[in-house]
């Protein structure tokens, strides 16, 4: 299985930039399409990005032209650049493979807070 470690949120205004990391180790990373997740406080996880092991992106409605996913298969590890923020950002973001009946477990995630 593999272990998932988020990283790179933080504080930013409305309009800002960051660049989320996610690094796996533990299995052959590369075999797996995997995806973005986030949750807001209240709110049900939802996914805003998926890569195939080819590189094929998929991005959700909320987030197309703002949100670039990518990966590194010799690194082990998938990103997300999140350009012109909205304080509709604001959750904790998680990767994970993309849903196929199951999820690998998931890491602790990284906070992403967007100030107006």
């Known amino acids: 299985q593999l272990h998932l470690v988020e990283s790179g949120g933080g504080l930013v205004q409305s309009g800002g930039s960051l660049r989320l990391s996610c690094a796996a180790s533990g299995d052959d990373f590369s075999i797996y399409a995997m995806a973005w997740y986030r949750q807001a406080p209240g709110k049900l996880r939802e996914s805003v990005a998926t890569?195939?092991?080819?590189?094929?992106?998929n991005y959700d409605d909320s987030v197309k032209g703002r949100f670039t996913i990518s990966r590194d298969n010799t690194k082990n590890t998938v990103y997300l650049q999140m350009n012109r923020l909205e304080p509709e950002d604001t959750a904790v973001y998680y990767c994970?493979?993309?849903?196929?009946?199951?999820?690998?477990?998931w890491g602790q995630g990284t906070q992403v807070t967007v100030s107006s």
């Open positions: 890569i195939t092991p080819g590189s094929v992106t």
């Open positions: 994970n493979v993309v849903y196929g009946g199951w999820y690998f477990p």
